[in-house]
């Protein structure tokens, strides 16, 4: 587990290099949970001091294609939100463009392959789209197009460079806003990274959006567990209370208590103080699925000691039941495995929103799922003469 604090524990780190270690394991592990280059540069600042960074040389080529690749998105990106930040465009970035600007410590890499910008109206969001044109990028029609406008462009060396407009955040589904969180514009702050204003969400805001992205993943990764962490260190202050508070809500306690349980067992592990509020988290996660990571959300379903009674509409369970849905996938799989995820959402809506938000939200999460479905079958038909592959 690469540790954002290095200090201290450097003795530690070269005491368990010199036991031997399957080079090739640990970096194919830390592609999979997408931490390569934080691992990479951390392993080579500990072997330097030994002069005997020799393992990581034949790994150094995919580094630095890895590393060129990351600083070239995170220049036009940032060329990008400084643009619409001086045309007054109003915007909250989110996800990984946010933690690379103003969460992760500097000389850490936190590698991110689209940007993510949250646009409070149609009004702003014209505005941002038309700003991006004229910076060469075009709208990327596709199924998506319900709750968020994506802009692609292709950089140098065939880069492609993606930025994704929101309307609204998106829930345990894209295909509605549930559950929702809520106030994140009054809730903001105005600060500068890079010579860049723009709106901040507050750092409880964004473990729940990191929370709430690994749950649409399906699992997990150990990146997941670096950026709460990295939240955490940047703003001591961090209100876990608020965070825990939220379980008694059946569909937050579905996507908050697998990760944040996991943070607890990583703060354990190092060594580390655990906020009291992360003591109370009721979720129970067998030895054997730590320390193979990720780890799914399906997998602690029925083994994580949850209160109970929720199966049918808990987020967990619901994933459980989920059929692969793989980024990219042809036109006859679409067809094949997307009504049963439709079907499994309306079921959540009718069992989970009603219950926990009543009617009118659920009508809401209605309205926002028809549309989407138009948008996805419209987007479907005029796509499967040519039996392409397809992004949702």
Not at 183 to 206: D, H, K
Not at 279 to 297: G, W
Not at 329 to 351: C, G, H, M, Q, Y
């Amino acid at each position: 587990m690469p540790a954002l604090s290095w200090e201290g524990r450097a003795a530690n780190v070269e005491g368990d290099l010199s036991g031997g270690l399957d080079w090739g394991a640990l970096l194919s592990l830390a592609h999979r949970n997408r931490i390569f280059l934080q691992v990479y540069e951390r392993l080579q600042s500990v072997l330097s001091r030994q002069d005997n960074d020799s393992y990581l040389k034949s790994y150094r080529p995919a580094y630095l294609q890895m590393l060129s690749a990351q600083l070239a998105r995170r220049s036009e990106y940032k060329k990008a939100m400084k643009a619409l930040a001086r045309a007054g465009v109003s915007f909250l970035p989110f996800k990984g463009v946010l933690l690379d600007s103003v969460v992760y410590p500097p000389g850490v890499m936190r590698d991110y392959s689209d940007m993510d910008l949250l646009i409070p109206n149609r009004k702003e969001l014209a505005r941002a789209r038309d700003l991006l044109e004229r910076l060469g990028y075009r709208k990327l029609v596709s199924g998506s197009d319900a709750y968020h406008v994506k802009m692609v462009k292709e950089g140098r060396n065939r880069l492609e460079l993606s930025v994704e407009l929101h309307s609204r955040l998106p829930g345990v589904s894209h295909l509605f806003g549930y559950p929702a969180i809520d106030g994140l514009w009054e809730s903001a702050s105005r600060v500068e990274a890079g010579g860049i204003r723009f709106g901040m969400v507050p750092p409880e805001s964004m473990v729940l959006v990191t929370a709430m992205n690994a749950f649409r993943d399906g699992e997990v990764k150990l990146r997941d567990l670096c950026d709460i962490d990295a939240i955490s260190a940047r703003f001591p202050n961090l209100d876990w209370g608020a965070i825990s508070r939220r379980l008694s809500s059946p569909s937050w306690w579905g996507v908050i208590a697998l990760p944040v349980s996991l943070y607890r067992w990583l703060l354990e592990s190092l060594g580390r103080g655990v906020p009291s509020a992360l003591r109370e988290i009721p979720m129970r996660i067998p030895d054997e699925m730590k320390v193979s990571f990720p780890v799914r959300f399906s997998s602690v379903c029925g083994v994580s000691r949850c209160p109970g009674g929720w199966c049918r509409g808990c987020p967990i369970y619901m994933q459980r039941r989920l059929p692969p849905f793989p980024e990219l996938l042809t036109i006859n799989d679409a067809f094949r495995s997307f009504p049963e995820r439709v079907k499994l959402n309306v079921e959540f809506i009718s069992t989970a929103v009603v219950r926990e938000a009543g009617t009118p939200a659920a009508l809401k999460c209605y309205r926002e799922l028809s549309r989407y479905l138009m948008n996805v079958t419209f987007y479907l038909l005029r796509s499967a003469p040519q039996r392409e592959h397809v992004r949702l």
